[in-house]
Each structure stands twice: as C-alpha cells, then as structure tokens.
C-alpha cells in the first residue's frame, strides 16, 4: 500500500501536498525546449520556457535535465509581482528557519525526523521512522529551491549551498545508500526518498561533485531495481507505476543512462489500457487504487501529475512516449477527471484518505489542504497534459480550466495559497490570456459503476452519491489516516448550489475534522459507536452486496444501494432520482438489531465558524439559538437560508438540530494538527428508532432552492407520483418531465413497468413523440431479461447490441441478452411514440 508524510508547502510531487510544478504557460514545451539560466536574478523576471527554435543544449541529456529544471521551477513569472513575491518570501523564510534547525546528527539530519529504526521492520514504528527519511529529503528539496528561485533572500546563497551539500551527503552516508536494508514502508524508499532526492540533484547539478552524483544514482539502483517494473501488479500500477517511471526516467537523465529513460518510457505503456478488475482507468471513466477504492482526486491526481510531467519531460526526445494508447489516457480528461470537478475543487467522495490531510502537524503555517486544494493541482496537470494531446482537446481544456478556476470563488486561485510557485505561474498566464474564453461544465448525469460513484450536473446545481459494494470499500484508512470516515460510502450525497461561490467551500472548510460522522448527508447509519478504523485498513471494510449503481440517459439518472451497515446488522435498500432542480430520495426496508437507534440523514449543512442560516419549517423560523433541537411530527417542508429546500411527500417526522461541534484533525489523521477546529451545522434526519423494522423515508432535496420554490413544490401534489418505495421495488414519475424511474430490487411490476429480474429502469417521454428507455444491472447477474412498458410504441429506433427482441405495439417489450459483461452500463434504448 502507498503511504505519504505531511509535506512543506513547496513541494510539489507528494499525495499529500500535490500542489506545484503541474501546468504549462507556454506551447513551448510541447517541443524540445531550454530552461533559463542556472539561478535567475531576483531583480529579474523568470524567463519563460524558451520557445523550439531557440538553441538547446547539445547534449541530450542536459536539454532534459534542463527541461525537468523549469517543470519544477516554472517561468514566466516576475518574483516582483504577488502573489509570488510573498510566495518566494515564504518559501525562503521556510528554508532559512530547516537551515537553522539542521543538525547532522546519527540516524537524523533534524532532531524532529529522525530515521534511525532502532527496531527496524515494517511494523507501525518502522513506517513512522522510514517515513523521516522522505520527510528529510522533502527539507532538503525546499533548500534547493530557495536556492535557486528567485526572490527567497537566499537565490544563489554559499551559505545555504553549502548546507545543502552536507544535507545530501549526511543522507547519503546514514541511510539512503546501497548498504542500507529497507524498514518501514516501502513507499518511502522506492518513490518518496527517490523522487526528492533526483529533483534535488537535478536543481543542484552545476554544484554536485561526479561521486555524489555516483552515490545517489547507485543508491536509487539499490531501492528502485529495473525489477520493480518488470510486472504490472502489486504496489507497482496506476499512480504508483507512473511514480516509479519518474523515479526510473530522471536517474537516467542525471547520469546519462539511455537504458533507464528507454525502461522508464517503455514501463509507462501498461498504465494507459482500460482495466476490468483491481487498480487502473475503466471504461466508464471510474479510477480506482488500492483495489477497492475511487481515487480519481488523489492517487487519479498523481497519475495524472506524473504522466503529464512525463510527457512533458520526454516530448520530442529520443525518448519520446508515443504509445498510440496514450490517447485513452487522454480521454480521461473529459471522461474521469472533469466530471468530479465543480468550480475549482475535486469532489470527496473520490479523494480516499486525502480527506482527512486538512492540516497537518508538521506544517508550521498549518495551510489546509481541501477539495480546492486538490482540484486546483489536477487543473493545472490537465493544462500540462494539454500541451501533448491534440490542438482540438488543448482548447477545449483551457476553457474548461479557465471556467473552473474563474468560478472558484472559496479557493481563488490568484490567492497562491492551493499552488506552488511552478504551477501558479503557469495558471495564472491562463487567466491573464484574454484570447481563452471560460466555458460551463458539461450538464448531464455520469454514472461510474466500477467504482460506485455517480456525478450530476444541472442548471441549477452539482451533486454526487457514494456507494459501496464488495467491490468497493465504505471507506479506506491507513497509515493513520482517514479513521472516521466509516458512512461516507453509505449513500452520502454530496451536493453544490450552482453560482453559489461560498457553498464551493462546504466540505472545505473544516468539515471533516467536525462534521458528526454518524450523521453524514444522505445516509443511513446505525448509532452503534464504532471503532477508529473499524473494518480494516486499505479499503478491507466492504459489505457483502453487489447492487450499487443504476441507469441513466445522460441528463437525468436512477441509482439505488442495497445498503448493509458497516460492522452493523442495519439494512436498507436506498434510491436516489437526479432530475433537473431536484433529487427524489427514498428508503425502505430500514431494519436492524444492533440495539441501537437508525437514522436517515436528509442533510446535515456547514454554516462556518459563525454562521446562522435562518432554518424555516413548513414556513416557520425556528431558533437560531446554540445549541436546539426539535421534533416535528408531520413535516411537510423545510428552508435553509442560502442553501435549499427539502419537501418531504405525504409529511414525515423531522428532527432538526442546530449545534456547534469541536474537533481536531488529529483526531482523524495521526498526523494532523491538534489545534481545535470549531463550526456551526444544522442537521435534518429522520429518527427511525431503536431495532426499526421495515422504515421508510421519502424527501425530495431541491438545492439552492429559495423558500417560495420549496413551499410551491411541497403544495404541488401533482408534481411527484411515489409508485413503489418497498424492499422489493422502488420507482417514482414525475410528469412534468415525463421521467419514470424504478428499482426493481425483484422481478415485478412499479407502474406500468414489468420485469423478470432484478434491474434499474429509467424511462423519459419527450415532447417531440420519441421516449428513451435505459435499463441496467447493477447486480452483474442478470443472464437475460424482459423488460414491458405499457405504453404504445411506434417503433424502436436504436437499440445497443445486447437487445436480442423488440416489439412494438400497444406495449413496448424489450427481449435483454446477457448483462453481465456490460459492467453495470446502462442499455439505452430509444423509440418513437404512438
């Protein structure tokens, strides 16, 4: 398994601190380009990446190195001008206070890392002392880009040269060296410790003698042998696969090792074909690491870093990946990292344990790191990557990019608080570039079944739902890390307010380390205390269930959870509706015998540090006072100012809590800062009781709803048609849309829907006389399937290839194949109206 240690502020390669040295400012690079001089003077702008026709180093090797250079160091930017004078202030004032502290000692560089393992194995010690060892070199990293930045106060200074010198060789001589055994865990030494190590050397190549050259490339060879590629599998695939190319690639740019780059280019093929099982890119746009987990916004976001980099670094050299598979790669762009991206941040719900990196311990200007954050840093990769797919996809990602970032209004980019300087500057040429036009995204429904996630964009707003299956884990921890997010693949519905700029920070601003993990959004959890970590580490907590997905048509989309509690006898079949200003929610079957009370959660709303959003319901203000809590018996509707609406069809007992909640984030992540985090929630569930036996729930959720829409809908009784909500069916009409949407947990009938298996159908009537008819099976069972709609039908006019028999008629009768190889993908079906 991958681990990761609390990085500085300027480093930009690590899972935890992926922030800098990921975009481009200048076509430039897509073809062989130089670097500016060795140390740029303060005074002086940094020059930008040198166009193809200017003269390049003759030796190949330097022209890379070079190249590698100005990936890291970025260009183009004046260190004059904020916000990078403050950044590369910051950055000097960092490196002068390591500098400071720096005391070679036995089995350490500083007092606070030491490395030494007394015991050394890889138990949790061993992991904490290996992980010293990358925390070191990270140190060393930001003396060497003080030293060679502009504007730090330290650009070219002897003194810090000579500190940096003696840092690499107390390193070389202590631990990372062909002598040493490996201890701890094996990320430290094979990615970690090399990574920064070669960046180091690169950025200090001028100074560095030929035997320490010699010792860093023969230790790299020690820890990081050409076998760690040799097979695509166990820690070497996906993101980490791409880590170790990089590793690989640059200990044969800094010696001169043609053998090594050709290793490192050839290594990278088996990343790009789509996988079916374990670690990789799907077809349906899902990415998943560590076997069992969506991963898009953390290790997708490594991957993603590291491969645009590669690119970059090796474009139009002898090295050059030309792979013609690079271009599914390429296509995840649009199909696996767009769709969970909304106005500058990456989703949750696909960034793993990173969640809970708010702030970390070892971070003395303890930023935090969120979605904003994260989305920033996989933004300014998309823009590198950009520079080697076609002119056609670079333009359309500009736009996109610069629409994210422009609508980011929590996370303001121009701040340089989410990017280091190299990423900034590249970022920031985007934006001053009046000839890109900011587009929308994309509206429509995504569904990604592979790894139990759909995304939803409307008009009017952008929500997601996580699931989990045996296939995919409630939740991953380790190393520490992530220890109390056991709901959040409980059917936690995240969900933004379009054009609503601060609801962008929902989740960002000390959410995790205070939100009440039994009471996450849109689940339904047992009250059963569980333990930190409870169900294993490395996505080992999964239920034994297989339906998690459903069907969509591309705008609007039908998905449900066969629910089991986590280390619970808490069971519920949930189903969520995505439709134009709305989500339809319903829950059935909600039973349990752990002796403990069940909830369902309808929202539970961060109001910040002092928030007081006016809670009305069914059109009363209730108190505003710290902390309340009420029980409303038969409520129709609620109000949250300055964030939406809730209806609740047909009326329902509501619980509505207002409360301030204090946390840590070391108390979720070992190695997060203890200093308290204290926000304001307003929380509405439904209490279901002790041991409930068959509850239900139905609420429709209507984001960034004012009060008069919400109170409207409550009124229309017309608007929504509940059809089912049982544990053997689930379905909704909303007529107006002309939607139908139903879960057949069972062969049966919901409307005028018949089936002979257990599958998800979503049916939407137009008003130009044709209707598409989507089917799924999210179980992956279903060997064949009648599917019968009461309703005249003219003619089918497309169908995909597993529809063996359509008739038409006064019914449309669909005649389904095998659905077990489609991977839970929607059929869709279209046809023409009587």
């Not at 160091?73 to 960092?94: D, I, Y």
């Not at 109001?607 to 129709?636: N, W």
């Amino acid at each position: 398994m991958t681990s990761s240690s609390p990085q500085p502020l300027f480093s930009p390669c690590s899972r935890r601190g992926f922030l800098a040295g990921t975009a481009a400012a200048s076509a430039a690079l897509a073809a062989g380009l130089s670097a500016g001089p060795a140390i740029a003077a303060a005074e002086e702008p940094v020059p930008a990446l040198a166009a193809a026709e200017e003269p390049v180093p003759a030796d190949e090797f330097a022209r890379l190195r070079a190249r590698w250079r100005t990936l890291y160091l970025g260009g183009g930017f004046s260190p004059t001008a904020e916000p990078f004078r403050s950044k590369l202030a910051t950055l000097g004032a960092q490196a002068a206070s390591w500098q400071r502290s720096m005391s070679p000692a036995a089995g350490s560089l500083w007092p606070d890392a030491v490395f030494a393992d007394p015991e050394p194995d890889t138990d949790t010690e061993s992991y904490g002392f290996s992980e010293k060892i990358q925390a070191s070199y990270d140190r060393i990293r930001v003396l060497a880009e003080a030293f060679c930045q502009p504007g730090t106060g330290l650009t070219g200074d002897d003194s810090l040269k000579s500190a940096i010198l003696l840092a690499i060789d107390h390193m070389s001589s202590q631990v990372y060296n062909t002598s040493q055994a490996r201890y701890g865990n094996w990320y430290n030494w094979q990615i970690g410790a090399p990574q920064r190590l070669l960046d180091i050397c690169v950025l200090m190549y001028e100074h560095l003698s030929a035997d320490r050259i010699a010792a860093a490339v023969q230790a790299v060879d020690h820890f990081v042998p050409d076998s760690v590629v040799a097979s695509y599998t166990g820690t070497s695939t996906g993101a980490n696969r791409v880590d170790l190319c990089r590793v690989l690639a640059l200990r044969g740019i800094l010696d001169g090792a043609p053998a090594k780059i050709a290793l490192a280019r050839d290594a990278i093929s088996p990343v790009f074909p789509y996988v079916t099982s374990g670690d990789g890119l799907y077809e349906d746009g899902s990415l998943i690491q560590h076997t069992y987990v969506a991963y898009t916004g953390s290790y997708g976001a490594v991957l993603i870093d590291g491969l645009s980099r590669l690119f970059a670094l090796l474009g139009g050299s002898t090295w050059a990946i030309t792979d013609p598979k690079r271009q599914l790669f390429l296509d995840s762009v649009e199909k696996a990292y767009a769709p969970f991206l909304h106005d500058g941040l990456m989703m949750d719900n696909v960034s793993g344990r990173a969640i809970s990196r708010g702030v970390a311990a070892s971070d003395p200007l303890r930023i935090q790191q969120d979605d904003h954050t994260r989305g920033h840093g996989v933004i300014a990769s998309i823009l590198l990557l950009g520079l080697g797919a076609s002119a056609e996809e670079n333009t359309r990602w500009r736009a996109l990019a610069k629409g994210w970032l422009t609508r980011d209004h929590y996370g303001d980019v121009t701040s340089g608080r989410t990017l280091g300087v190299a990423a900034l500057s590249r970022v920031t040429a985007l934006l001053d570039e009046a000839g890109v036009k900011a587009s929308a995204e994309p509206t429509g429904h995504r569904m990604f079944p592979a790894m139990a996630r759909s995304a939803h964009r409307t008009g009017l707003f952008t929500a997601s739902v996580s699931l989990a299956s045996k296939a995919i884990t409630y939740y991953e921890n380790g190393n520490g890390e992530n220890v109390r997010a056991w709901h959040t693949g409980s059917g936690m519905l995240y969900w933004w307010a379009d054009g609503d700029g601060a609801g962008g920070g929902q989740y960002s601003d000390g959410y995790w380390p205070t939100v009440d993990p039994y009471r996450l959004p849109g689940t339904t959890a047992s009250r059963k205390p569980l333990a930190d970590g409870e169900g294993g580490i490395w996505g080992a907590a999964r239920p034994d269930t297989t339906w998690v997905g459903g069907a969509t048509d591309g705008t609007y989309g039908t998905v449900a959870q066969d629910l089991r509690g986590l280390a619970s006898t808490m069971r519920a079949k949930k189903s969520w509706f995505f439709l134009d200003d709305a989500v339809v929610c319903l829950g059935a079957g909600i039973t349990s015998t752990d002796g403990f009370g069940v909830e369902t959660v309808f929202d539970n709303r961060s109001l910040g540090r002092d928030g007081a959003a006016e809670l009305r319901i069914d059109g009363r203000g209730q108190p505003a006072g710290l902390p309340s809590s009420a029980v409303f018996p038969d409520a129709r509707w609620a109000h949250l100012a300055g964030h939406g609406g809730y209806v609740f069809p047909g009326g329902t007992s509501l619980t509505a809590v207002r409360e301030e909640r204090t946390g840590t984030w070391k108390a979720i992540n070992g190695g997060g800062s203890t200093d308290p985090v204290t926000r304001r929630y307003v929380t509405l569930l439904a209490e279901h009781g002790t041991d409930p036996a068959d509850a239900s729930y139905a609420y429709v959720l209507m984001p960034g709803a004012s009060e008069a829409r919400t109170a409207a809908r409550a009124a229309d009784s017309d608007w929504l048609d509940i059809i089912a909500n049982s544990v053997a069916r689930q379905a909704v009409r909303v007529p107006s849309l002309g939607f139908t949407g139903s879960t057949f947990w069972e062969p049966g009938t919901a409307g005028k829907v018949t089936v002979d298996a257990p599958l998800s159908v979503q049916i939407r009537e137009r008003r130009d006389g044709t209707a598409t008819v989507c089917v799924s099976d999210p179980n992956r069972t279903v060997k064949g399937c009648t599917v019968t709609w009461r309703r005249p039908v003219k003619a089918v006019t497309t169908k995909p290839s597993t529809v063996t028999s359509a008739e038409t008629g006064r019914e449309l009768k669909l005649v389904f194949g095998d659905l077990r190889g489609a991977g839970g993908a929607t059929q869709k079906v279209t046809v023409r109206l009587v």
